[in-house]
C-alpha cells in the first residue's frame, strides 16, 4: 500500500529582469529590477575572474533569471539591495589602459 502523498509542484512563470549593465572605467554597475523580492531571495552566482554574472531570484509567483555576460574578468566588489532594485559593482581584474 502506497502513502498516497502527491508532490503540488506549481510551476513559475520564468521572467528576464530589466537590467542595465554600465561600463564605469575600472568597475562595472550592473543594475536589475527585481519587484516584489525580498533581498533573501535573491541568488548571485559569480565566480571571481569570471566572465558573467548569473541572478536568479524567487517568490511564490515568479522566478527572475538573468545571465549576463561581462567582456573582461571581473569580481565581486560591492552589492546593495533596495526598493525592488538590485545594484551590483563588479571591478574588472584586467582594466583595459586609458587612452
Do not use: W, Y
Not at 530589466?18 to 559569480?46: N, S
Not at 531570484?57 to 567582456?71: D, E, G, H, L
Request: charged letters at 30%.
Amino acid at each position: 500500500m502506497g502513502t498516497g502523498k502527491v508532490k503540488n509542484t506549481k510551476t513559475l512563470k520564468t521572467i528576464e529582469p530589466v537590467t542595465t549593465v554600465i561600463d564605469e572605467g575600472k568597475f562595472f554597475r550592473i543594475v536589475t529590477e527585481l519587484p516584489g523580492i525580498a533581498e533573501e531571495k535573491i541568488k548571485i552566482d559569480l565566480e571571481n575572474h569570471s566572465t558573467s554574472v548569473t541572478i536568479v531570484a524567487i517568490n511564490t509567483v515568479s522566478q527572475f533569471k538573468r545571465v549576463i555576460t561581462i567582456p573582461c574578468e571581473v569580481r565581486f566588489s560591492k552589492k546593495r539591495f533596495s526598493e525592488g532594485v538590485l545594484e551590483l559593482t563588479l571591478e574588472k581584474t584586467n582594466p583595459a589602459p586609458s587612452d
